[in-house]
């Protein structure tokens, strides 16, 4: 079995997370790390024992051992890294939201598709076990035909400091926890059924002087199937990261949560360490979350973007995916701006 060689490009939050997914992937390892800052990619590599580290981004693209890259950079990163990789010929996968705008995600998918290698985007959602578990249960028709999904994600607000630069990033809420959402209807209702109009709202109720961006918001789409898919993000909810899906049809529901049903309670007076993504507080009651991961779906994602490049197989989840969603992302932008239902313009 050919082992894959891996490029992490990035040094954050999200790249520690790919790499948490890659620890349990067979057939893989990581040879480089790239970070825009050396101190950064110097401590990166260190922390997951990675052989080589580079703050020159030409000169990790250019090497001839690395059979996939991996974009775990900021959003205001995701279009230049992406072209030049296209441009380069290499296999790629981008973290969410694939680019600020549907502009830019469209501009990164016509070159990775005129570039003939693989391009992956990266949503944890859709391959987090008990959301491909749920999947199963509808495409076997258990819940007859799909009528509603609610999708809910929410924390106390975003770790790093860009995150809150709408310029940098492209939205608030929304867009930084949208992205989920969106892919995870569309993955329930199916991605033949396609969202033809959404209706948003979006308020700045508690971070005002943190972002010029939106701390809450809500997105309603619908799909050319009639069916409705109702959004619920907020980056001002105490308690941890709230993720919770419902599938409902004309025959029964499906409900995942995998952050406020924890198989884990614990109480403590003393600080008990990491305790879930996002929490609030290491003291007193808490959930903590096994397998952090492997529960969200990074490892589920990684493992089947390492099997795609290995097999020369296309990822169920590309960068056509990504445009689509970012699609969807600016309409709801509209949608805010101009107070009604938006149509969803793809080209």
């Not at 990166?44 to 250019?62: C, G, M, Q, Y």
């Not at 549907?102 to 859709?126: C, I, K, P, Q």
Request: net charge positive.
């Amino acid at each position: 079995m050919k082992t894959i060689n891996i490029a992490i490009l990035g040094s954050g939050f999200v790249a520690d997370f790919y790499m948490q997914g890659l620890a349990n992937v067979n057939g893989q390892r990581i040879v480089a790390c790239f970070s825009r800052e050396a101190a950064r990619a110097r401590a990166f590599a260190k922390r997951w024992n990675i052989p080589e580290h580079s703050t020159d981004l030409k000169a990790v693209i250019a090497r001839g051992d690395i059979d996939l890259y991996v974009i775990a950079l900021p959003n205001e990163a995701h279009l230049s890294v992406s072209l030049a990789l296209s441009k380069a010929r290499r296999n790629q996968v981008c973290t969410k939201p694939l680019a600020r705008n549907a502009r830019e995600a469209r501009a990164m998918w016509d070159a990775a598709r005129r570039s003939g290698a693989l391009h992956g985007y990266a949503e944890t959602e859709v391959f987090a076990p008990a959301v491909v578990k749920a999947r199963e249960i509808v495409a076997s028709g258990a819940l007859g035909k799909v009528l509603w999904v609610r999708s809910r994600e929410s924390h106390s607000g975003p770790h790093s400091p860009h995150f809150w630069d709408i310029k940098k990033t492209g939205g608030g809420a929304l867009n930084d926890l949208g992205c989920h959402c969106i892919e995870a209807a569309r993955y329930f209702f199916g991605k033949d059924d396609t969202i033809v109009e959404v209706m948003a709202w979006g308020g700045r109720l508690v971070h005002h002087k943190k972002t010029k961006g939106e701390d809450n918001a809500l997105l309603v789409m619908r799909f050319a199937s009639g069916g409705i898919a109702h959004c619920e993000l907020s980056w001002t909810c105490k308690g941890g990261l709230d993720l919770r899906n419902e599938v409902h049809g004309a025959e029964g529901s499906i409900f995942t949560d995998v952050t406020r049903g924890t198989p884990m309670a614990s109480f403590t007076t003393r600080r008990a360490g990491y305790v879930v993504e996002k929490a609030d507080i290491e003291v007193g009651w808490t959930r903590p979350l096994p397998e952090e991961a492997f529960t969200y779906g990074y490892q589920g994602e990684m493992k089947h973007f390492v099997e795609c490049v290995r097999d020369g197989a296309t990822p169920r989840e590309t960068y056509e995916d990504g445009y689509i969603v970012n699609a969807i992302l600016d309409a709801g932008y509209e949608s805010i701006r101009r107070h009604c239902w938006v149509r969803v313009k793809i080209k």
